[in-house]
């Protein structure tokens, strides 16, 4: 007798654990993520660095090595005392003249010595000491110059001055209260667990920062959101060298301004007549920023508003070293005709600073700085003098 009742139900199998196979696919994508990074990373920092903006960090300088010696200046050990016959420049000034974003061969002062051992290098021998410093002001290199720059004994220091220089004169304002004194009855474990809290994503950011893929990435952005108007520079903060340009827009107080002037005329008068007492030859040399280089868009990365601009920094160290009788080298008129050369065709473009830095010269502005130094400021000095030829 054939059965004809409908077949048994075939219920469907289950799913033997849901939350596992969510944590395989979610083990997989991360490890997935994680290899592209470091597959990104090993890409910029090994096969294609010239693609990447290096980190900076203690040791590092956008991915060029920093070296310092016992001195505490970038560069290789030499003797404090100088040796018979030699001929030493010490050119001092801030992250401009210490070589941020460039290696240590390529700083304009390594350049600058290249070029005199060209033409003089049979004559004597020669060191050009880097006096250059993160965040460099008078002040301390004035104490430097009493500590340790007169036992160097240089014939020629040279102050490579760059606009941030203005604003470093101004005082330190008062610090803020802590956070004990506005929360003193928060228990000292919780203060201190916010206070970590705080620092964290510095900690995370000074890390990310550490690695070619990030800084490379983060530039990329940067310039973007620069160029659509996303990001803005502050124009009104009292540090860096947009302070010394005085803004319309950042409605700056006249007299703070005046004051930041004054007291950096103060100070190089101070550093000058040291250094001139003790019997060294004194220039200043002017390195503008990239937007007064030129017109063209790309010496503006940041899109200031350059016809806001109520001071010119070049211009108020010119009057400044005229007051004091000091010679000045500007660096302005030759990146400014190399750059006109470049617009006009007559040579393949080049940045001349570092990305995104309208500060910071890369290889090629530090080579062009160290001509123009050695060709208006050094080599006329040298001529004149007959214990060179003796």
Request: glycine share 8%.
């Given at each position: 007798?054939?059965?004809?009742?409908?077949?048994?139900?075939?219920?469907?199998?289950?799913?033997?654990?849901?939350?596992?196979?969510?944590?395989?696919?979610?083990?997989?994508?991360?490890?997935?993520?994680?290899?592209?990074?470091?597959?990104?990373?090993?890409?910029?920092?090994?096969?294609?660095?010239?693609?990447?903006?290096?980190?900076?960090?203690?040791?590092?300088?956008?991915?060029?090595?920093?070296?310092?010696?016992?001195?505490?200046?970038?560069?290789?050990?030499?003797?404090?005392?100088?040796?018979?016959?030699?001929?030493?420049?010490?050119?001092?000034?801030?992250?401009?003249?210490?070589?941020?974003?460039?290696?240590?061969?390529?700083?304009?002062?390594?350049?600058?010595?290249?070029?005199?051992?060209?033409?003089?290098?049979?004559?004597?021998?020669?060191?050009?000491?880097?006096?250059?410093?993160?965040?460099?002001?008078?002040?301390?290199?004035?104490?430097?110059?009493?500590?340790?720059?007169?036992?160097?004994?240089?014939?020629?220091?040279?102050?490579?001055?760059?606009?941030?220089?203005?604003?470093?004169?101004?005082?330190?304002?008062?610090?803020?209260?802590?956070?004990?004194?506005?929360?003193?009855?928060?228990?000292?474990?919780?203060?201190?667990?916010?206070?970590?809290?705080?620092?964290?994503?510095?900690?995370?950011?000074?890390?990310?920062?550490?690695?070619?893929?990030?800084?490379?990435?983060?530039?990329?952005?940067?310039?973007?959101?620069?160029?659509?108007?996303?990001?803005?520079?502050?124009?009104a903060k009292t540090r860096g060298a947009v302070f010394a340009y005085d803004f319309v827009s950042a409605n700056m107080d006249p007299l703070l301004m005046e004051s930041a002037y004054e007291q950096f005329a103060a100070q190089l008068s101070e550093l000058q007549a040291q250094i001139l007492a003790d019997g060294a030859h004194f220039l200043i040399f002017n390195i503008p920023t990239s937007f007064e280089v030129?017109?063209?868009?790309?010496?503006?990365?940041?899109?200031?508003?350059?016809?806001?601009?109520?001071?010119?920094?070049?211009?108020?160290?010119?009057?400044?070293?005229?007051?004091?009788?000091?010679?000045?080298?500007?660096?302005?008129?030759?990146?400014?005709?190399?750059?006109?050369?470049?617009?006009?065709?007559?040579?393949?473009?080049?940045?001349?600073?570092?990305?995104?830095?309208?500060?910071?010269?890369?290889?090629?502005?530090?080579?062009?700085?160290?001509?123009?130094?050695?060709?208006?400021?050094?080599?006329?000095?040298?001529?004149?003098?007959?214990?060179?030829?003796?």
């Open positions: 007798m054939v059965d004809l009742s409908p077949p048994p139900t075939v219920k469907p199998a289950r799913t033997h654990n849901r939350w596992a196979n969510s944590l395989r696919i979610l083990t997989t994508d991360l490890v997935l993520a994680v290899g592209l990074l470091v597959a990104g990373e090993a890409l910029l920092r090994v096969f294609k660095p010239s693609w990447a903006v290096g980190p900076t960090t203690s040791t590092l300088t956008r991915g060029h090595a920093v070296r310092r010696n016992s001195l505490g200046l970038r560069g290789e050990e030499f003797p404090v005392e100088r040796p018979e016959k030699e001929l030493r420049i010490l050119i001092f000034g801030d992250s401009t003249t210490f070589g941020t974003g460039v290696a240590e061969a390529d700083t304009y002062s390594l350049q600058l010595e290249d070029l005199i051992r060209q033409e003089f290098g049979d004559e004597l021998p020669i060191r050009v000491i880097n006096g250059g410093g993160q965040g460099g002001n008078l002040s301390t290199m004035l104490t430097t110059w009493e500590d340790v720059g007169a036992q160097l004994d240089p014939q020629i220091v040279v102050l490579g001055f760059s606009a941030s220089m203005i604003a470093k004169g101004l005082p330190t304002k008062a610090t803020e209260p802590n956070l004990a004194e506005e929360e003193a009855s928060i228990t000292a474990n919780v203060k201190e667990q916010l206070a970590s809290l705080k620092k964290l994503p510095f900690q995370i950011h000074r890390k990310l920062y550490g690695t070619y893929l990030y800084n490379t990435f983060d530039g990329i952005i940067r310039k973007n959101f620069y160029r659509i108007g996303i990001l803005n520079d502050n124009l030129s017109t063209d868009w790309r010496d503006n990365p940041r899109r200031f508003p350059l016809a806001e601009r109520q001071i010119h920094p070049g211009a108020q160290l010119e009057k400044i070293a005229t007051r004091l009788n000091t010679p000045l080298v500007n660096l302005q008129p030759g990146l400014s005709e190399r750059r006109e050369r470049m617009l006009m065709g007559q040579e393949p473009y080049r940045p001349l600073y570092l990305s995104q830095d309208f500060s910071h010269l890369d290889s090629d502005g530090n080579e062009i700085a160290a001509k123009v130094l050695f060709e208006q400021g050094v080599r006329p000095w040298l001529l004149e003098q007959s214990w060179l030829h003796e």
